[in-house]
């Protein structure tokens, strides 16, 4: 899918929410900063899997595939945990092809793509994620985390609170990796929140341990069975409900998983970059 450049604007103009301005002039020094990390399209699962866990969250996200040089589509912590849901073994990862799974809707930006366009895309397909050409003519990344650095330089009076998810979605230490995945499904988010705490799971923490302590499920036959306490959790960041955007993008740009956690509430980069289209988040 290409995302075409329209009338985007050229100049900071007072008054003129962000989501009109064009994302070259809005990411002018590092709009092409993040080259995009691509597999083959016959490569294994176990490829991909591998390389998943030091992009996920990051500047990439997602993995690029590539056939005979060319983008086709992506891959990342939905399609790898999705088939593990439905083949828990290690015949997933070493007989199941990467061009099986991967998702076809890669979405392409053009010169002059604004915020908003991209960002009605991106609410269309639930799924941060974009390439765009570079000079060397290849492909570099838009993710969630990139679309913060708009955040960090802009005036707004929206707060967390103001653009959290309202429902907090939480497992416990008993729960099994398949009621966690299928919570994750079910809901369409990447964390949990640890019951009581600030610590939470992902699907990037899921993914890792699949691949570095259990080899691809070569030798485990009952992952899915697994219990949550058995994992290394990551820890939100606490702030207040009365922390601006600005701040809550600032906090999660520095952070390895991005996540906040405010009395009654969590906040997302999804959370944050989805507020930027409201007409009320301006360049500062």
Not at 179 to 185: H, K, N, Q, T
Request: aromatic fraction near 8%; proline fraction near 3%; glycine fraction near 8%.
């Amino acid at each position: 899918m290409v995302v075409n450049g329209d009338r985007g604007l050229s100049r900071k103009g007072d008054g003129i929410p962000i989501y009109r301005y064009s994302l070259t002039d809005l990411l002018q020094n590092s709009l092409l900063s993040s080259p995009a990390v691509s597999v083959s399209y016959d490569d294994k699962i176990t490829e991909a899997t591998h390389l998943l866990p030091e992009y996920l969250e990051s500047f990439t996200d997602s993995l690029v595939v590539v056939r005979d040089e060319r983008p086709v589509g992506l891959i990342g912590g939905l399609e790898i945990l999705d088939g593990v849901l439905k083949q828990p073994c290690n015949d997933f990862f070493e007989k199941t092809r990467v061009k099986d799974v991967m998702n076809n809707e890669l979405i392409k930006l053009e010169s002059g793509a604004t915020l908003g366009s991209l960002l009605n895309v991106w609410r269309r397909t639930g799924r941060a994620f974009a390439i765009v050409p570079n000079q060397y003519h290849g492909y570099s990344a838009i993710s969630a985390r990139k679309v913060l650095e708009v955040g960090m330089k802009s005036k707004t009076e929206l707060t967390v609170e103001g653009i959290s998810r309202k429902r907090l979605l939480t497992f416990t230490k008993d729960q099994t990796v398949r009621e966690i995945l299928e919570s994750m499904f079910e809901n369409r988010t990447r964390k949990l929140v640890l019951e009581g705490t600030a610590k939470f799971i992902s699907d990037r923490i899921i993914i890792q341990r699949i691949s570095r302590d259990l080899n691809c499920l070569e030798q485990c036959d009952d992952f899915l069975e697994m219990r949550a306490g058995g994992f290394h959790l990551d820890e939100a960041k606490s702030v207040t409900g009365s922390t601006s955007l600005v701040d809550a993008c600032k906090i999660m740009y520095g952070m390895q998983s991005p996540y906040l956690h405010f009395p009654g509430g969590v906040v997302t980069p999804w959370d944050v970059i989805m507020s930027f289209d409201s007409g009320k988040v301006y360049l500062g």
